[in-house]
């Protein structure tokens, strides 16, 4: 089951026009990504803006397999990388909503739990916005492939930044 958090609630009673779904990730693009559409693509008084980031599953990342100390520590270890995730993914989702909310647009954000290009997808089919924006750029040191993969999976316009 995934996880998922609210982490900022819309205003009670906004009917959007649109909805429109920003994939936000640790890139340096994703706030230059979000001036960019303030200025050319957001309408503040009809749009709605739903935030979203993955954090990935500290299970995942560090695999018991792999671990030489005891069961209690690595259970331990899992609480410390979940809670810093969380906490990173958390602290993500309010700076990318500041910049909305200085420009009055209505937003939402919401953190999830997975792997992310898999996990965003499902959560966005869920949504059904008008359209996703997302950044091009290096996450990790690599360049992600999360708008490759947007782009041949679903089924809405996407706009994908590139800087």
């Given amino acids: ?12 009673g906004f009917r959007p026009n649109r909805m429109i779904c920003f994939a936000i990730d640790e890139s340096p693009n994703t706030l230059a990504t979000i001036q960019s559409a303030l200025g050319s693509l957001i ?7 739903v935030l979203l980031h993955c954090m990935k599953d500290a ?7 792999n671990w030489s100390g005891s069961f209690e ?3 331990n270890i899992i609480q410390i990388v979940d809670r810093e ?3 990173k993914g958390t602290n993500m ?5 500041k910049q909305f909310n200085l420009a009055n647009v209505q937003v939402e954000a919401i953190l999830l739990r997975g792997e992310p290009k898999y996990t965003l997808v499902e959560e966005i089919e869920q949504l ?3 359209f996703v924006v997302v950044s091009k750029g290096k996450v990790d040191g690599q360049v992600s492939e ?3 993969y947007f782009a041949h999976t679903l089924k809405i316009p996407i706009l994908i930044y590139t800087f």
């Fill in 93 to 97: 989702l309010n700076e990318a909503a």
């Fill in 85 to 87: 995730y969380h906490t």
């Fill in 1 to 12: 089951m995934t996880f998922k958090e609210t982490v900022i609630e819309r205003l009670q």
């Fill in 73 to 75: 520590d690595y259970q």
């Fill in 43 to 49: 309408d503040p008084k009809s749009d709605l803006v």
């Fill in 146 to 148: 999360i708008p490759y």
């Fill in 128 to 130: 059904k916005p008008n």
């Fill in 59 to 65: 299970f995942e990342v560090l695999k018991y397999d």
